[in-house]
C-alpha cells in the first residue's frame, strides 16, 4: 500500500514551534493526456498545464516522441481552487480541444476544520453536534 504523506521544513524558533504553518500551494504531479499535435512542445505542454497552476517541472527533460499527446508534469496547484478533469483549449482557426488531466495524487482535507495532513477522525478541533 502506498502512504503519501504531507510534512513541513522550516527554520525552528522557540516561539510557536509546533504551529503548522498554513499552505495555499502545493506541487503536484500530472498527467496530460490528448494532447493536441500542434501542441506537443515544452512550450505547448507549459501553457496546458498552466490552466491548473505554476508548471514547475517536467517529468523527463526532452519529450518522448513514442508517447505522442501524453506528458507528465509537476504543477505547483493552489488549494483553494478545484482539481479539473479536463482542460479546453483553443487554436488560431478556432478548433477546441479538450486535454485530460490525471493527477498522480491530490491532497485530502479534514472535513471538520479544512487543514491538510490529518482526517476527521485526528482532529484537533471539538466535534460540532448537528
Request: charged share 20%; hydrophobic share 40%; with cysteine.
Amino acid at each position: 500500500m502506498l502512504m503519501i504523506v504531507s510534512f513541513f521544513v522550516a527554520p525552528w524558533s522557540p516561539v510557536n514551534s509546533l504551529k503548522i504553518p498554513e499552505i495555499s500551494t502545493l506541487p503536484v504531479w500530472v498527467n496530460l493526456k490528448n494532447i493536441p499535435d500542434s501542441c506537443f512542445s515544452r512550450l505547448g505542454i507549459s501553457h496546458i498545464a498552466s490552466g491548473l497552476g505554476e508548471p514547475m517541472l517536467t517529468h523527463r527533460p526532452r519529450l518522448d516522441p513514442t508517447i505522442m499527446g501524453e506528458a507528465k508534469i509537476l504543477v505547483e496547484v493552489e488549494l483553494d481552487k478545484p482539481f479539473p478533469q479536463r482542460i479546453a483549449l483553443d487554436d488560431k482557426q478556432g478548433n477546441i480541444y479538450l486535454v485530460d488531466v490525471e493527477y498522480t495524487w491530490i491532497p485530502s482535507a479534514c472535513e471538520r476544520c479544512g487543514a491538510l495532513g490529518h482526517k476527521e477522525k485526528r482532529c484537533l478541533l471539538p466535534h460540532k453536534p448537528h
